[in-house]
Nanobody, 126 residues
Framework: QGPLVASGGGSVQTGGSLRLSCASSGSVFHSGVCMGWFRQVPGAEREAVAAIYRDGTTFYANAVKGRFTISQDNAANRLYLQMDDLKPEVTAMYYC???????????????????WGQGTQVVVAS
């Protein structure tokens, strides 16, 4: 698996938009069960924001449902996160990762990261 490099972060005002992109030179986009976006703020654990599974199922954290959209371009080895109507509480360092997944009750439960690459900082000003 090649290194994952997230980009596209920046500083925006409340209500603005950003599109994050994740690139990898490896085969994770083709061999993994899922890919996801995760975020972390200082002093807190990294948490899942959105994920996309190999059957097309998507997951979004409650705080971003309806405002964020995850998508994947396997041919280009890229993962995207369209972030609209941004709010200050989503300010964090964002990472892309993925590989295997936990299944609960026959459904996708959690996308698991094989490794962590370079993140991209998102700052939303009020």
């Amino acid at each position: 698996q090649g290194p994952l490099v997230a980009s596209g972060g920046g500083s925006v005002q409340t209500g603005g938009s950003l599109r994050l992109s994740c690139a990898s030179s490896g085969s994770v986009f083709h061999s993994g069960v899922c890919m996801g976006w995760f975020r972390q703020v200082p002093g807190a654990e990294r948490e899942a924001v959105a994920a996309i599974y190999r059957d097309g199922t998507t997951f979004y954290a409650n705080a971003v449902k309806g405002r964020f959209t995850i998508s994947q371009d396997n041919a280009a080895n890229r993962l995207y996160l369209q972030m609209d109507d941004l709010k200050p509480e989503v300010t964090a360092m964002y990472y892309c990762a993925g590989d295997s997944a936990e299944i609960l009750g026959g459904s996708w439960y959690k996308c698991l990261a094989a490794s962590w690459g370079q993140g991209t900082q998102v700052v939303v000003a009020s």
